[in-house]
Each structure stands twice: as C-alpha cells, then as structure tokens.
C-alpha cells in the first residue's frame, strides 16, 4: 500500500496536486494559525493552533498513498478512502447540540460524531477504528460541574457501547487535546481489519483509570499496530508524563519530557514484542509535541533532541493537555514495510 506521512510541508502549497496525484493524498491535517488559500480536495482536519519553531505561520501534513482514492460525504464527515482504508474528518459545532438531553452540548456532541463515524465505517464495510485525533475547545474548563474533558469522554464511551464496540481492551489509539476555542474536531483512520492494541506496562490501561479522572474512563489504547497491505503501521498514542495512574513530574517540564519519553519507550517495547517487521526504534518515530505554555517550548525542544538526537523528526504546537497538571504530550508513528507472504 505505502501509505505514508509527510511533515512538515509549507501551508500554501498543495503537494502532488500539479503532477496529478493528489488523488493518492488519503487526508491530511492543516496546523498553525490561519486557514489555507486555497483548501486542499481531500480532507483535512484543522488544527488552529500556534505551532512553535518554525518561524512561519503553519505547516501541513498529508498522509499519502500509492492508489487512487475514491472520496465522499456522509453525514457531515468528509472522507476519502483507498483500498480498504479510509481517512476521515468530522467538525461539530457544539451550540447545535444545546437542547440535547441528558448531558452537556459537548457531552452529546461527541456522542453524536462517534455514531456518525461508526455508521459511516459500518456503511463502507471498514468497522475497524485504527487512530483517532480529537480537539476540543477549553478542555479544562468545568462548566455545570465537570471538566470539558470529562464530558467529551461520557459522549464518547456512550457512543463505543451504543455502537457494541465495548470500551475496554479493543479500542483505537488516540489523542484528545484542547485548543482556544473551534469546534469538536475528530479526524480518524479505519480498516478493513482489526488494529492490534498495544499497553504499556508502566501505566494502567487509560480503560482502566479510577473515577477519581471522571465518571467514565477515556476509550483509547496506549498503541495501535496497523496493517495496509504489506504494510506495518505503528500509531502511538498522546503520551505524557503519567506513571500507573498518576501525573508525575507536577511543574516540572524536563521531568515530564523525561517521563513521557520512558512511556513512549515502553509502548515501544510492548510493540516490538507484537510486531510483525523488525523492531521499531525510538529515532525512526516521526512526533508530534503539544506544549501547554509556548514559553516552554525551548526547554522541551533541548530535552528531546538530548534524548533523540537533533535528526529526529519532531513538529512542536501549542496546546492544552486533558489534565491540568500535564505541561506536555507526545504522540508517534513509524511505518515499516512487510515481505509479501
Ligand atoms: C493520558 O495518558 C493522557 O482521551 O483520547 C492521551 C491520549 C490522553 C489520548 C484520549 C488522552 C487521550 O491519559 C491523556
């Protein structure tokens, strides 16, 4: 398949498009702080967030592959699809959902966008969720009682047991992270078959997390090992500076970059103990780093290239973390190609 990342690349540009293959561009995410000139044909999840570093205003990514995509729209998720994978993008405006009951608007806003995704998948006979990329606004804020975040995950865990998916063992990878303000944005990534779910022995499953995080645990895996033909995918999860089930490291950037790093490490390992391809390594990972405060930046960029050397690819954005006492979130993806067998 060669499905494949790319990073990093200008905003303005629209890559492949001039040569004719940008009918093999799945999706991609726009990040940074205005919007495109001119949109790109295939879906993109807006990310409008600072991203740190680079000196220019944005960046975009695209996950590109060797196949002709075919595209459509279905219940307001853009989506497009090659072989038997589909990369989608659904934006919900929370004040549309304001006289849904019980719960908050943001509660059944994500209740609402998981069962459209699970419908879509079902409908195009991909039901296998790989990678999910969730962004809300506020993700701390309490309103009514309870943390943003916490109710982004009552709507969400509603949404795996309505469709009978269950919300422990056999769930996505993922991450959930809180920009300035936008609408619940969700981007995911489906297959055919089942992504393998990866945990990592350092931490309780995040399933697994007591109700002193919230009435309902997060439905994520720490890791998730996915295969387009002859293909070896690696999604590693947001990943932070938790140990069991506890932040770690409370103000302490260097200590949480560590940290987070070790569980990254872990992850890893548990991997390699389940792959199929040579192992993976910590230096072919290509990272993604959301810092809570822009002035932390520096700190996190020394700490990680001390640890990953200064060739590692690693895109920096300001973001909010789904705990207040997390400073930083890492998340990863490594591709390995598979012998034909
Ligand atoms: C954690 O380990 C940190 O709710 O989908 C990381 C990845 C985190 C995904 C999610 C949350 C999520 O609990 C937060």
């Known amino acids: 398949m060669n499905l494949q990342l790319f990073t990093g690349l200008p905003l303005q540009d629209l890559p492949f498009a001039a040569s004719g293959e940008a009918d093999q561009v799945l999706g991609g995410v726009w990040l940074g702080g205005s919007p495109p000139l001119r949109p790109p044909v295939w879906p993109v999840q807006a990310i409008a967030t600072p991203v740190l570093g680079t000196g220019s205003a944005g960046m975009q990514e695209i996950w590109r592959c060797n196949e002709a995509c075919t595209e459509g729209r279905f219940e307001g998720i853009a989506w ?70 916490r109710q982004f995950n009552i709507g969400r865990q509603d949404a795996f047991l309505e469709y009978a998916r269950g919300a422990t063992g056999n769930v996505p990878a993922a991450c959930a992270i809180g920009l300035a303000s936008g609408p619940l944005s969700i981007a995911f990534m489906a297959g055919r078959e089942p992504a393998v779910p990866v945990e990592n022995p350092r931490q309780v499953s995040a399933y697994n997390y007591p109700s002193e995080y919230g009435p309902r645990s997060p439905t994520f895996s720490r890791a ?91 895109i920096y954005v300001q973001a909010d973390i789904c705990r207040h006492d997390l400073l930083l979130e890492i998340e990863a993806m490594a591709s390995h190609t598979l012998g034909s067998c």
């Open 224 to 314: 998730a090992l996915v295969y387009p033909p002859a293909q070896e995918v690696l999604f590693i999860s947001g990943t932070a500076s938790i140990v069991g089930h506890q932040t770690v490291h409370p103000d302490d950037v260097p200590g949480q970059c560590r940290e987070s790093m070790a569980n990254i490490a872990a992850v890893v390992g548990e991997a390699n103990r389940l792959c199929r391809s040579p192992e993976f390594t910590l230096d072919e990972l290509s990272y993604r780093v959301y810092i809570r405060h822009a002035a932390d930046f520096a700190v996190v960029r020394e700490t990680l290239t001390d640890m990953l050397g200064s060739a590692a690819e690693i």
């Open 80 to 149: 497009r699809r090659a072989g038997n994978l589909l990369y989608g993008v659904i934006d919900l405006d929370e004040a549309a959902f304001s006289a849904v009951l019980p719960g908050s608007p943001l509660q059944a806003a994500s209740q609402e966008a998981y069962r459209r995704i699970f419908r879509l998948l079902e409908a195009q006979g991909l039901p296998h969720l790989w990678r999910v990329w969730n962004y809300l606004a506020g993700i701390n804020q309490e309103v009514d009682g309870l943390e943003r975040y």
